[in-house]
């Protein structure tokens, strides 16, 4: 007897390897034009979808996939994932969570000490003949005689911590929502004031939900210190866009490096590209080999469900 293979949609594009061993397993419906219109044209036939996290995956999508049996996201989140309305229609919901978390924490660590000590700066000053000059001044503090400031200590944010504080001596303060830890290195659990009160660094892990939508707001900002730094690597919808942009021109805090931003990508002539003090990279902490092979084989674990499902 001939099995027919189950129908996926693919979203987005993965890479070659994934793509060749979802090939080998599924009939993939590839898609041109990936908008919720034609995606939901598409998935009507199809047994799964796999997407990356920038496909809104709604109920509208959900509901027009009459066989969909599970939707893969190559990623960290899910935030752009209806996952009630999955659940209500018995859809599963896979996803990668523990992908990336070396990569984005190392990556945040890198943004902490371009903060601190401006290597692109100097190096431009030394090309441009300016040595001397650029020797002239010390230019920033060592991470070991500050207090970094975790919001959100899962798996991204205690491997920051333990960097920051068993690699090099910083004071770690943490807050969650959940009872985690201890952990095997020093870090105390303090209420989210006191991060922004004490912290010379506040550092952003947590996902994006209606809890967390603009927590870094303009009440947080001013409480914050006037030479005090904040790093987004989780998402973009955590910090209010327009109230970072006011305190970095007023001086309410003295420095940001985002990864993130709410919208994404900016526009170009958006001011905060214009200010000496605000890194933007374009969200890419996770995007390293090891980090999207990671995120991809979520096609595996499509594969799996489908066989046994």
């Known amino acids: 007897m001939i ?3 189950p129908r ?3 979203a987005e594009g993965l890479d070659a390897e994934s793509e060749a061993r979802l090939d080998a397993g599924a009939t993939v419906v590839r898609v041109s034009n990936g908008d919720e219109d034609a995606l939901c044209e598409l998935i009507a036939d199809c047994d799964a979808l796999v997407a990356r996290t920038h496909t809104a995956v709604t109920r509208r999508l959900l509901a027009a996939g009459k066989r969909l049996r599970v939707v893969g996201i190559a990623g960290v989140g899910l935030d752009r994932v209806d996952v009630a309305a999955a659940e209500e229609y018995g ?3 896979l996803h990668t969570p523990a992908a990336a978390s070396d990569a984005v924490a190392e990556f945040t660590v890198a943004l902490m000490l ?3 000590r401006p290597i692109p700066r100097l190096a431009r000053a030394y090309a441009e003949g300016r040595f001397k ?5 010390t230019h920033g503090p060592e991470l070991r005689d500050l207090t970094v400031g975790i ?3 899962g798996r991204i944010g205690s491997r920051v911590g333990r960097i920051c504080a068993a690699g090099c001596g910083a004071r770690v303060l943490y807050n969650d929502i959940a009872d985690v830890g201890p952990f095997e290195f020093d870090a105390t659990p303090v209420e989210k004031p006191a991060i922004w009160a004490e912290s010379d660094i506040v550092t952003l892990h947590v996902p994006l939900t209606e809890q967390t939508r603009k927590l870094v707001g303009a009440a947080a900002l001013k409480r914050m210190r006037s030479t005090a730094g904040l790093i987004n690597a989780a998402r973009g919808g955590v910090v209010d866009t327009d109230a970072l942009t006011v305190a970095l021109r007023e001086g309410h ?3 940001a490096a985002l990864d993130v931003v709410e919208p994404e990508p900016l526009p170009v002539d958006h001011p905060l590209f214009a200010m000496r003090n605000c890194i933007l990279t374009p969200h890419v902490a996770a995007r390293t080999h090891g980090g999207l ?3 991809y084989a979520v096609v595996d674990d499509v594969l799996e469900f489908l066989s046994r499902s």
């Open 91 to 93: 859809i599963e919901v």
């Open 114 to 116: 371009q903060l601190l």
């Open 151 to 153: 919001i959100g200590m």
């Open 8 to 10: 996926v949609l693919l």
């Open 253 to 255: 805090i003295a420095a």
């Open 293 to 295: 092979r990671r995120m």
């Open 133 to 137: 000059a650029a020797r002239e001044r």
């Open 3 to 5: 099995v027919s293979k």
